[in-house]
């Protein structure tokens, strides 16, 4: 068989090899593919730097390049790789020492690396470093303070390094004013405080500060800024916070008063003395009660009032409670009845109120729910809502739609004891009263049962009460 020249030389043809690239590390000069790693930061993937990568078709490429060493690791983010390169990972040496007052003491070195790693280190050790400017925090896990700084590692350098860790001071100013300012630290626990105008000492480190004003009755936290510490290093704010004053409006001393932050409900004044309060801008809410403050219709007498306190603004608070004046009366027929008038709630119906019948009282202007209470213990509701308006006077009318019996026993042509039971034909109540006692009762059929004092029954029957007719009824225990 004979094959031709031009397919003898297509099987001849090596295959073809997929698209890669190299990057020869070299470390101090020296090459280092084989304690070298390469790692692309998109998928995690990885070769040793010996290797030709197979990723040219994904170029350029972000890759991270860690070279092991006898006295530690290097690690450099390479970022926009096009194609091959010749990296060269020159490392310096350095040596950081810590002292607080005057003497080393065993701390903690973080090194950021190029891939946000920490890396931690001890004082007095010997750390390899690419040369360049390095992010280098002391740490004092004692005192808990920290220590930002940078340093510069030359290749091929040794550089030994002392960091001072003595504490400084801290201070806050609040235009004059008496108070006191709290520092907080990074985590957000407190680290001391101090009197205003005086010196906190702290250890280096970042904090927050917030200050208060004694003459603050709601003791407010004003923010007076964050600092950043240097080791033997000084710090000063100053801020000028102004109060507000709010002031009892009224000749008549109030009962009962408490104050309320609007946005969260806290109580932060409770019955204050004096009149004239000092207190942090705000919005508020401000309940009192007056000694003379007793109308029907206000929960326990209390008024509430909102009020927005400005930066050294006064504000006036207390007001005289609006109301109107009420007779409630009851009669049955054209006869007073007494009782109790029950003033009720109009969301729930509960009885917010009483006073007595033919009373004059004080009652909060609105819409009310109104009842009578008889002495006999009958209810007497009011049809109609009782409306009340600010400054007027009102009277409520009521009926006893009902009738009197009364039955006496005589004995000897005299009033005697004994009882009388009378029952209802319609609904089976059942009521009891003693010789010559009366009854209101609703119109209708009644059966009715006299006994005289020594037991003997002196008469039965039924009795028709008829609206508006009283009757006087006797009976004989002869």
């Not at 009738?403 to 026993?409: E, K, Y």
């Amino acid at each position: 068989m004979i094959i031709p020249a031009g397919l003898l030389l297509l099987l001849a043809a090596p295959a073809k090899q997929p698209a890669s690239f190299k990057v020869d590390v070299f470390v101090n000069g020296g090459q280092s593919d084989r304690i070298c790693s390469i790692v692309r930061l998109d998928n995690g993937v990885g070769k040793a730097a010996k290797e030709q990568l197979p990723w040219a078709a994904d170029l350029p490429l972000d890759l991270k390049v860690t070279c092991r060493r006898s006295t530690g690791e290097v690690m450099k983010i390479v970022r926009g790789v096009k194609g091959s390169m010749r990296l060269d990972l020159r490392v310096g040496y350095l040596i950081v020492w810590t002292k607080r007052e005057g003497s080393k003491f065993r701390s903690r070195l973080d090194f950021e690396l190029p891939s946000g790693e920490i890396a931690t280190a001890t004082p007095g050790a010997q750390v390899p470093l690419l040369a360049g400017r390095w992010s280098l925090r002391v740490v004092d896990p004692k005192k808990r303070g920290f220590f930002d700084t940078f340093v510069t590692v030359k290749a091929g350098e040794t550089r030994e390094l002392t960091v001072g860790m003595d504490v400084g001071r801290v201070r806050v100013d609040l235009g004059g004013q008496k108070g006191q300012f709290e520092a907080f630290d990074v985590e957000n626990k407190s680290r001391g405080y101090a009197p205003a105008g005086q010196w906190l000492e702290l250890p280096p480190g970042r904090y927050r500060l917030e200050a208060s004003l004694d003459e603050d009755l709601v003791n407010h936290r004003w923010p007076a800024g964050e600092i950043l510490l240097k080791p033997d290093g000084q710090a000063r704010q100053s801020i000028r916070p102004r109060l507000a004053t709010l002031r009892w409006g009224l000749d008549e001393a109030y009962a009962g008063l408490r104050v309320e932050r609007v946005s969260d409900g806290d109580v932060v004044l409770d019955n204050p003395p004096g009149d004239r309060w000092r207190m942090a801008p705000g919005d508020y809410r401000v309940i009192y009660r007056l000694s003379s403050g007793d109308i029907a219709g206000l929960v326990s007498g209390e008024q509430v009032e909102e009020v927005t306190l400005k930066p050294g603004a006064r504000r006036k608070v207390g007001k005289r409670p609006e109301f109107g004046r009420v007779i409630a009366r009851l009669t049955r027929g054209n006869a007073p009845i007494y009782g109790m008038v029950e003033l009720l709630s109009p969301k729930n119906g509960e009885v917010i109120s009483r006073f007595p019948v033919g009373q004059s009282v004080r009652v909060a202007p609105g819409s009310w729910p109104l009842r009578v209470v008889a002495s006999d213990g009958a209810i007497i509701p009011s049809r109609k809502l009782l409306k009340v308006r600010a400054k007027g006077q009102f009277v409520v009318d009521l009926k006893r739609r009902q009738s009197r019996l009364r039955l006496t026993m005589l004995k000897a042509g005299q009033r005697s004891s004994g009882t009388w039971l009378i029952t209802s034909k319609s609904n089976g109540k059942k009521r009891q009263a003693v010789s010559g006692e009366a009854m209101d009762l609703d119109p209708g059929r009644y059966e009715l049962r006299a006994v005289c004092a020594n037991g003997r029954t002196s008469s039965t029957g039924e009795v028709i009460v008829e609206l508006g007719v009283d009757q006087d009824q006797e009976t004989l225990c002869d």
